[in-house]
């Protein structure tokens, strides 16, 4: 299921305690014959009706019983929703947060942009980064980032050896992030960036195992394979919340055995590494991360070089092969190796509505407003709904479900209405999505 349409709503929108005195007079019932067949007190059935007191779970169930209702009646309906957006202003208002289970990272603070779409491929995050952080980190499979405002510096240690680079506005990177890697503001100034983190081949699970899987200092040795798997086992087991002792007894080892595992001490057998990867529902690739993988290990596109790309042919849907395709398409990695992530800087034409196609893909898929206006319109169950997206707002959506961007602008003279960065996840390949 992409999103629930209930994890947007708050608690006062719901207005349980009007509910509840409409209901209560509708049935010809007094406070005290409630409080009677609820179990609930005569004051605190007032203080409930009057909203000065949250239901809990089993007093919504025992009013329900009351009434001779289902418990759902006091909850709206829990519609299931392809995308999730995220509006630039509303972010900023929240205090950035490290992901569950993550050791504090310093200098280094993320907004998460897709939090609330269930069984996501990709991490988006608007990051923040402070001068002076010296930490690595590393995590399965690659990463995108674009660098909105400030500078960076990225640093990541390759069987090739170690690489630097300094990135300005507008420039961007992809990585194979199961390298160490660092990304820390340049200068005295801090640095704004979209992070767009691959999952793999499985969905992002609760915990965000991805972000908490091995952070060292800059001067801390990996110590060896051992130590190595030891802290890939450690991180996914405590981003899941689960203990050294209960995972132990998924696996039928004793809990000293595992805790040596962790600590690099003893080494893993592979009959107990296919019982961790059923444990925890990753694929064997995932539990082991591979150092020895070929280059090329980044790729890095300036802003300055973003003029000469080459555009690519978007596929069109097969019922309507002649449609025309009013966006321009620029692939931000070309030639990069990557993994199921695409990302891409598209320009979008003003054009009318009734031009567009309908697209509906395996996969999904990350839009991040840059510039101008957008309009994303796709489905919610049986019926069609548009989201405006302004600079800053994204957007994350279940590409299967059939839906189309289109830009807006006041000017019927401008041909561009909006630039965008869409970061495509689909595990058929980058030429399922586009013409060669």
Same mark, same amino acid.
């Given at each position: 299921m992409p999103a629930y349409a209930s994890h947007s709503i708050d608690y006062a929108i719901l207005k349980l305690g009007v509910r509840v005195n409409e209901e209560r007079r509708r049935q010809g019932l007094t406070l005290q014959e409630l409080a009677a067949r609820s179990g609930i007190s005569v004051s605190r059935l007032s203080q409930i009706e009057n909203g000065h007191h949250?239901?809990?779970?089993?007093?919504?169930?025992?009013?329900?019983?009351?009434?001779?209702?289902?418990?759902?009646?006091?909850?709206?309906?829990?519609?299931?929703?392809?995308?999730?957006?995220?509006?630039?202003?509303?972010?900023?208002?929240?205090?950035?947060?490290?992901?569950?289970?993550?050791?504090?990272?310093?200098?280094?603070? +993320?907004? !998460?942009?897709?939090? @609330?779409?269930? *069984? /996501?491929?990709?991490?988006?995050?608007?990051?923040?980064?402070?001068? #002076? $952080?010296?930490?690595?980190?590393?995590?399965?499979?690659?990463?995108?980032?674009f660098v909105l405002q400030g500078a960076v510096d990225f640093t990541i240690k390759t069987p090739a050896g170690v690489h630097h680079e300094e990135l300005g506005r507008g420039d961007c990177l992809?990585?194979?992030? +199961?390298? !160490?890697?660092?990304? @820390?503001?340049? *200068? /005295?100034?801090?640095?704004?960036?979209?992070?767009?983190?691959?999952? #793999? $081949?499985?969905?992002?699970?609760?915990?965000?195992?991805?972000?908490?899987?091995?952070?060292?200092?800059?001067?801390?040795?990996?110590?060896?394979?051992?130590?190595?798997?030891?802290?890939?086992?450690?991180?996914?087991?405590?981003?899941?919340?689960?203990?050294?002792?209960?995972?132990?007894?998924?696996?039928?080892?004793?809990? /000293?055995?595992?805790?040596?595992?962790?600590?690099?001490?003893?080494?893993?057998?592979?009959?107990v590494l296919?019982?961790?990867?059923?444990?925890?529902?990753?694929?064997?690739?995932?539990?082991?991360?591979?150092?020895?993988?070929?280059?090329?290990?980044?790729?890095v596109l300036r802003s300055n070089e973003m003029p000469s790309l080459a555009p690519r042919q978007r596929r069109m849907p097969t019922d309507r092969d002649n449609a025309p395709t009013p966006n321009i398409f620029y692939p931000l990695a070309p030639g990069f190796p990557t993994r199921h992530m695409y990302p891409y800087l598209i320009r979008v034409r003003n054009v009318d509505k009734e031009t567009l196609a309908r697209h509906e893909h395996h996969g999904e898929e990350f839009i991040y407003v840059l510039e101008g206006q957008l309009e994303v319109t796709t489905y919610a169950e049986d019926r069609q709904v548009t989201e405006v997206l302004r600079p800053?707002?994204?957007?994350?959506?279940?590409?299967?479900?059939?839906?189309?961007?289109?830009?807006?602008?006041?000017?019927?003279?401008?041909?561009?209405?909006?630039?965008?960065?869409?970061?495509?996840?689909?595990?058929l390949g980058e030429t399922y999505l586009f013409a060669d």
């Amino acid at each position: 299921m992409p999103a629930y349409a209930s994890h947007s709503i708050d608690y006062a929108i719901l207005k349980l305690g009007v509910r509840v005195n409409e209901e209560r007079r509708r049935q010809g019932l007094t406070l005290q014959e409630l409080a009677a067949r609820s179990g609930i007190s005569v004051s605190r059935l007032s203080q409930i009706e009057n909203g000065h007191h949250v239901l809990d779970a089993v007093q919504a169930d025992a009013l329900a019983e009351a009434f001779g209702l289902s418990i759902e009646a006091f909850l709206p309906a829990d519609v299931t929703i392809p995308y999730v957006v995220a509006r630039d202003t509303e972010i900023r208002t929240t205090t950035p947060e490290l992901a569950a289970g993550s050791p504090p990272v310093d200098g280094e603070r +993320s907004w !998460p942009l897709a939090e @609330r779409f269930v *069984g /996501r491929h990709l991490e988006p995050l608007l990051t923040r980064f402070e001068p #002076g $952080a010296d930490r690595f980190c590393y995590h399965h499979e690659h990463e995108f980032t674009f660098v909105l405002q400030g500078a960076v510096d990225f640093t990541i240690k390759t069987p090739a050896g170690v690489h630097h680079e300094e990135l300005g506005r507008g420039d961007c990177l992809h990585f194979q992030s +199961s390298m !160490p890697h660092r990304i @820390r503001a340049r *200068g /005295r100034e801090p640095a704004e960036c979209i992070q767009v983190i691959s999952s #793999g $081949a499985t969905p992002l699970t609760a915990g965000q195992d991805w972000r908490s899987t091995g952070v060292f200092e800059a001067n801390e040795a990996e110590n060896g394979r051992a130590r190595s798997i030891g802290r890939e086992l450690s991180a996914l087991r405590e981003s899941r919340g689960w203990t050294i002792a209960q995972v132990a007894r998924m696996v039928g080892l004793k809990d /000293r055995h595992l805790e040596q595992i962790e600590l690099g001490a003893r080494r893993l057998p592979l009959d107990v590494l296919v019982r961790l990867a059923r444990a925890f529902g990753k694929p064997l690739r995932e539990l082991v991360r591979n150092t020895r993988t070929a280059g090329p290990y980044y790729f890095v596109l300036r802003s300055n070089e973003m003029p000469s790309l080459a555009p690519r042919q978007r596929r069109m849907p097969t019922d309507r092969d002649n449609a025309p395709t009013p966006n321009i398409f620029y692939p931000l990695a070309p030639g990069f190796p990557t993994r199921h992530m695409y990302p891409y800087l598209i320009r979008v034409r003003n054009v009318d509505k009734e031009t567009l196609a309908r697209h509906e893909h395996h996969g999904e898929e990350f839009i991040y407003v840059l510039e101008g206006q957008l309009e994303v319109t796709t489905y919610a169950e049986d019926r069609q709904v548009t989201e405006v997206l302004r600079p800053g707002d994204s957007c994350y959506l279940d590409a299967s479900v059939p839906h189309f961007v289109r830009g807006v602008t006041r000017s019927p003279y401008s041909q561009i209405s909006a630039e965008v960065l869409d970061v495509f996840w689909c595990p058929l390949g980058e030429t399922y999505l586009f013409a060669d």
